[in-house]
């Protein structure tokens, strides 16, 4: 995918060598490695295809999705793609602070759709791990969204503990 930030031992990179690939029209016999298909699409996937390794295969997730859904498979997926329809659409902060912290996912876990310079902060402490930037937008300008908000006060998926209990007596 094009306009990617990924976040590799801390740190942020603008990439265009990501090899996710989204798929458009879902055809179970041609799926290749690589490829990241609806939670519905995965779900007719692994019935028709029982033997097939699920584990190269990302899973995006709609707002109004439940994240308990991917509880049994969540050891093995790479990849789990949340969906940003609007800025103002807040329901994947949630589903990613679940798929952290509930279901213990340690894969990564991609925004996309409206993401941009602004929200990456926030997502990043949500537990997301890579961004999709918008396709108008620079993801090397983006990055900067990731370096001005290091700390926060309240606890996060990444800081655990909030600010407040670090305090020097």
Not at 43 to 62: A, F, I, N, Y
């Amino acid at each position: 995918m094009e306009n990617t930030i990924v976040i590799v031992d801390g740190v942020a990179t603008a990439t265009n060598d990501d090899p996710w690939n989204s798929v458009s029209l879902y055809n179970s016999s041609n799926l290749a490695a690589y490829e990241i298909i609806s939670f519905v699409n995965w779900q007719e996937h692994l019935d028709s295809q029982p033997s097939q390794d699920p584990s190269k295969l990302g899973v995006s997730l709609q707002p109004d999705d439940d994240p308990a859904v991917l509880a049994p498979w969540i050891s093995t997926l790479p990849l789990i793609v949340l969906e940003f329809p609007s800025f103002r659409d807040g329901r994947a902060y949630t589903q990613a602070a679940l798929l952290r912290t509930r279901y213990g996912f340690k894969g990564d876990l991609r925004a996309v759709g409206d993401v941009l310079r602004d929200q990456l902060a926030a997502m990043r402490h949500c537990g997301f791990s890579s961004f999709n930037v918008r396709k108008d937008k620079s993801a090397a300008d983006a990055l900067k969204g990731l370096t001005g908000f290091d700390m926060i006060y309240a606890r996060s998926v990444t800081n655990p503990e909030p600010l407040f209990r670090n305090r020097i007596l």
